[in-house]
C-alpha cells in the first residue's frame, strides 16, 4: 500500500498559498485492508475513507467511465492495481494532478509545475469533456490564480457547451462554484472565462445580455454594462467585502438589458426589471437567503442611493424602512457597501468621492434617536379605537423620523 497527497494542496504548496484541506489518494489497497487499520469509510459513490487520527479524506486509486450526461453520470472503478499515474489521468487540470509521496517527492506526470510556473490551465486528457463542473472550475481557477486558459483546453469548453453538456448542471453545484468564484481576487476573469466558452448565456443568461448593452450618458458610455459590471464585482473583490455584497453588485444592473433605452432616465423602469430578473436567476439557481435578499433590495434602490444628496427627507425615512435598516443596521451597511461598488465600477472612479454613504449612514443614526415605543405607549393612551392604531403609530413614528433626519441634514 502507498500514500500520496494530491490536487489541492500540494498545488498550493508549490504556489506558496496557505493549504487547507489535504486530500490523499491510496494505491494498491482495497476497502476491507483500510477498514483493517482503522479508517472510516464515508463515500458513497467511490470509495473515501477518514484517517483515524486526522480525519483527513484517503480515496482509493480509481479510474472512471461515462454512464451518462452531468457530473454524475460516471461508473467509478476501484482495484488494487489501479496505478497512481491512472487516478491522476482522471483529473480535470494538469496543476491538480500532482502528487507528493511520502518522503516528499513531486510525481508530476502531465506536468503542471511547468503549467503552475506559467500561469497555465490546461487539461489533462480528452475526457475533461465528460464533467460540465469542471468548465465552472477552469473558470474559477482563472479568477483565483489569474491564469490563462490554453486555446485547445478552451476549444474543447466550447464543444461541451456545444453539445448541450452545461444544461446536465444542477442548481447547488453551479451556485457553489459561483459563490467561490465570486470570492476569488479577480472575480471578473470567471465571468469572462464563462463568455468566451458561452457558458455564460446558458448558466447566466442576465448577465451575458449585459455585454453590448450601451450606458448611458452620464455613465460612461465608453464601456457597455457588461464591462461595467466586471469592473463592479472586481471593485467589492479588492474591498474584501462578504459574499452578499459581491453577488448584489453583479446582479443589481440586469435590467438595463431588458429596457429600451429611451426609458433609462426613468430609473424606476430597468430597476424595476432587474429586481425581476434577480428574482429568476436566484430561484434558478437556489441563491441563499441573504444573498437573494440583499440583492433585491441593491436592485429596486441603488438608484435612490446614487441620488441621496437630492432625496427628501421623507424618501430617506422610507428607503431606511423599505430595507429594514432599523433592525438589520449591518445588512443595510452591506447595502451601502453595494451601491458603492456601483459607483465605483468606473474607469477613473478611484479616487472620487461618495458622499452618499455618510449622509445615509447619518440619516440612519438621526432616524433611530425616534423612540417608537414611547410614541406607541402616548398614542394608545389617548386613542380608543383599537382598529385605527397601527395606521396611527406608524404614521407618526413615520413623521418623526422624518423630523430627525431633517434636522441632522441642517445641522
Partial sequence: MRIYRVGGSV?????????????????????????????????????????????????LARTERKTSRGYKGFEVLTSPQVTLEEDLARRDLTINAIAKDQAGQIIDPFNGVSDLKAGILRHVSPAFSEDPVRILRVARFAARFNFQVTPETLLLMKDMVQNGEVNALVAERVWQELARGLMAD????????????????????????????????????????????MLVIDYAAKKEYPLTVRFAALTHDLGKAATPRELWPRHIDHEAR??????????????????????LLVARYHGNVHRADELKPATMADMLQATDA????????????????????????????????????????????????????????????PRKLPDTIQHKVRAARIDQIAASIKA
Fill in 186 to 229: 479577480i472575480p471578473s476573469r470567471m465571468f469572462l472565462t464563462l463568455r468566451n466558452c458561452g457558458a455564460l448565456a446558458c448558466i447566466l443568461p442576465e448577465v451575458d445580455a449585459l455585454f453590448g448593452v450601451p450606458q448611458p450618458e452620464h455613465a460612461h458610455p465608453e464601456i457597455d454594462a457588461g464591462v461595467h459590471i
Fill in 11 to 59: 498545488r498550493d504548496e508549490l504556489l506558496g498559498l496557505p493549504v487547507k484541506d489535504r486530500d490523499y489518494v491510496v494505491v494498491g489497497a482495497t476497502p476491507e485492508s483500510l477498514v483493517r487499520l482503522g479508517y472510516r469509510p464515508v463515500g458513497k459513490d467511490f470509495p473515501v475513507f477518514l484517517h483515524p487520527e486526522t480525519h483527513e479524506e484517503y480515496a
Fill in 326 to 385: 432599523y433592525r438589520k443596521p449591518q445588512r443595510f451597511e452591506e447595502f451601502l457597501q453595494a451601491c458603492a461598488c456601483d459607483f465605483y465600477g468606473r474607469p477613473g472612479y478611484a479616487e472620487k468621492p461618495y458622499p452618499q454613504l455618510p449622509r445615509l449612514q447619518q440619516a440612519l443614526v438621526a432616524a433611530k434617536l425616534v423612540d417608537a415605543g414611547a410614541i406607541a405607549s402616548a398614542i394608545r393612551e389617548t386613542n380608543s379605537d
Fill in 274 to 295: 432587474s429586481v425581476g430578473l434577480t428574482e429568476k436567476l436566484c430561484d434558478r439557481i437556489r441563491v441563499p437567503k441573504n444573498c437573494r435578499d440583499l440583492a
